[in-house]
Nanobody
Framework: VQLQASGGGLVQAGGSLRLSCAAS????????MAWFRQVPGTEREFVSR??????????VYADSVKGRFTISRDNAKNTVYLHMSNLKPEDTAVYYC?????????????????WGQGTLVTVSS
């Protein structure tokens, strides 16, 4: 499975963006798709994860984005989206999508078996 992230850009605080992560190929078994983000010089942090195989997706979110970000999936297109609204300057980061993960420990990065290249989101104040 290879992942291609897109949709980043420059937006003013309070604005919205939608990130996309297109997967080529499909992994066997139960897995999820997630978004992480990283500010240069800091550790990569979990943003959100959705199960690809579970009915309903069971999305989970970091507290910092809960209520503002929504993760969704289109299994027919092998694509996961991150709808970001009410963006804040502190959301500025490179956003990475990842495939795999653990349903019970979605923040555990070593459980993801492949990562996309990242897309930059810049929120101006």
């Amino acid at each position: 499975v290879q992942l291609q992230a897109s949709g980043g850009g420059l937006v003013q605080a309070g604005g919205s963006l939608r990130l996309s992560c297109a997967a080529s190929g499909r992994a066997e078994g139960s897995y999820g798709m997630a978004w992480f983000r990283q500010v240069p010089g800091t550790e990569r942090e979990f943003v959100s994860r959705i199960s690809v195989s579970r009915r309903g997706g069971n999305p989970v979110y970091a507290d910092s984005v809960k209520g503002r970000f929504t993760i969704s999936r289109d299994n027919a297109k092998n694509t996961v989206y991150l709808h970001m609204s009410n963006l804040k300057p502190e959301d500025t980061a490179v956003y990475y999508c990842a495939a795999g993960g653990n349903y019970w420990y979605p923040r555990r990065q070593n459980d993801y078996f492949t990562w996309g290249q990242g897309t930059l989101v810049t929120v101006s104040s």
